[in-house]
Every structure is written in structure tokens, then in C-alpha cells.
């Protein structure tokens, strides 16, 4: 496996996100270290603590992603069959949906948390 060059930045304090970037780790396996945005030198990163309340954000040689996007970088990232999910999530046409569909998670969070078991 090459080396990691990306990094994953989430809200520590939510516990939706720690539940979906642990979830991460442990199933989709993108080729990235994960870390909370409250132990992270934001400044270093480029990234400001609205950047990191707002969204997740995926940072790699190639730039930083946020919300949507990030996810589907990171579903590239990984093994198949995630892979092809994260290439569908790259395609022009589809990338609004992705982003809209981001968007609705982070508005429905408590939500979906009582949908989990």
C-alpha cells in the first residue's frame, strides 16, 4: 500500500461525524490519516475553524475538499468497490448532488443518529 499523503479533518465534538470517520477507518480505509479539527494546527493546514465547523475537509498533494466533495475524495481513495462510488462522486453532473446531499446529512444529524443502532 503507498505510503499516506492525505489528510481527513472532522468536528471532534460531534458525535455523528466521530461515528462516520470512525467508520471510515475501519470499513472504507481511504489512504488517509484522520484527524479532529480541534488537535489540528489549522494554520498550517490553511484551513480556519468555521472551514472545519462547516465541513469535513479532505486534504491531499492535490489540494483541500470540503464537505461532499471530501467525501467522495476520500471514497476515491480507497479500495473497490468505494473507489467507483468516489469516481461517480467526481463526475460534473453529479457533484451538485453529492454536495446537496452533504449538506442535508450535516442539517439532519440528530436525526440520523437516532437511526443508528
Known sequence: MPPVQALV???GD???????A???????RPR????AWQEAD???LGLTEHDCQTAVQWIDPSGTYAGGR??????????????????????PVLCQIVDR???WVTHNRPFLMRLLP
Do not use: H, N, T
Open 42 to 44: 489549522l494554520e498550517s
Open 9 to 11: 479533518i472532522f468536528d
Open 22 to 28: 470512525d467508520f471510515a477507518r475501519r470499513r472504507v
Open 14 to 20: 460531534c458525535e455523528f461525524c466521530r461515528i462516520g
Open 101 to 103: 446531499s452533504y449538506i
Open 32 to 35: 488517509a490519516d484522520f484527524l
Open 70 to 91: 471530501a467525501v467522495s475524495r476520500a471514497l476515491l481513495k480507497s479500495p473497490y468497490p468505494w473507489k467507483v462510488l468516489g469516481a461517480l462522486g467526481q463526475l
